[in-house]
């Protein structure tokens, strides 16, 4: 007898263990995926603000400017945008309190600009967590299922007096199927994640050394103009 031994046809024979880790592992592939692809635009979306927003700062613009700038566009502003704002609200409010000493003024520059720079890490390696947890789960959910599926086909096969191939063949497919679906749901994931957190470490470079040339550019106004508020770079 022809048995059918298309994929539906083994997910649908399967016994209810192995088709709930199918099901558990087809949901985590599509928020995998869902997930990839968020952070493929928001990655693409940083990277280009960061990149105009450098091209405003070394056009020859003031930092007043470009902090007035910021304020007004905080919601829709770049990483290294926001740093900068950050930066630049701490050192006013510092010198509005009339604190005259470079080191004090840029040490509390630098400690603000730190903290922003965490946050926007912390923002930019958001579902990363989540990628390397169903890169490295998935296959041995998948290999679950296919011990419990193969476990299930010998019990059956354990009441015949002839096994043949024909009749291990189909249980031990279906059990098949459950490492198939989890290396499907893993792959994905962990290219995404290899891919992303390479990217987001050329961002973490590319904010960091902004940062100390934005200090640099301070501490060269501060030796130049102790008194005066820094206005242009």
């Given at each position: ?40 635009f928001a990655l693409r979306r940083m990277r280009a603000l960061n990149d105009e927003f450098e091209r405003e700062f070394w056009s020859g613009s003031s930092l007043n400017e470009l902090y007035a ?16 704002a950050s930066g630049m609200r701490e050192y006013q409010k510092l010198r509005e309190r009339r604190i005259g000493d470079a080191s004090t003024l840029l040490d509390g520059t630098r400690r603000a ?121």
């Amino acid at each position: 007898m022809n048995q059918d031994m298309s994929i539906v046809s083994l997910i649908l024979q399967a016994s209810i263990v192995v088709q709930f880790v199918m099901a558990l592992l087809a949901c985590v592939s599509v928020a995998s995926w869902a997930a990839i692809i968020r952070k493929f635009f928001a990655l693409r979306r940083m990277r280009a603000l960061n990149d105009e927003f450098e091209r405003e700062f070394w056009s020859g613009s003031s930092l007043n400017e470009l902090y007035a700038a910021a304020a007004q566009n905080a919601k829709l502003a770049g990483p290294m945008e926001r740093i900068f704002a950050s930066g630049m609200r701490e050192y006013q409010k510092l010198r509005e309190r009339r604190i005259g000493d470079a080191s004090t003024l840029l040490d509390g520059t630098r400690r603000a600009m730190r903290a922003s720079f965490q946050r926007e890490m912390d923002a930019a390696e958001s579902n990363l967590s989540f990628l390397a947890t169903v890169g490295s789960v998935s296959p041995y959910v998948g290999l679950f299922g296919t011990v419990w599926g193969i476990m299930h086909a010998f019990t059956g096969l354990s009441t015949m007096t002839q096994v043949t191939l024909s009749t291990v063949a189909p249980g031990i497919a279906e059990a098949l199927v459950a490492t198939a679906i989890g290396l499907f749901a893993a792959i994905p994931a962990v290219v995404g994640y290899n891919r992303f957190a390479r990217d987001i470490d050329k961002v973490a470079i590319a904010l960091e050394t902004f940062t100390e040339e934005f200090s640099n550019i301070l501490q060269r106004n501060l030796s130049t103009a102790p008194t005066a508020t820094a206005a242009g770079h």
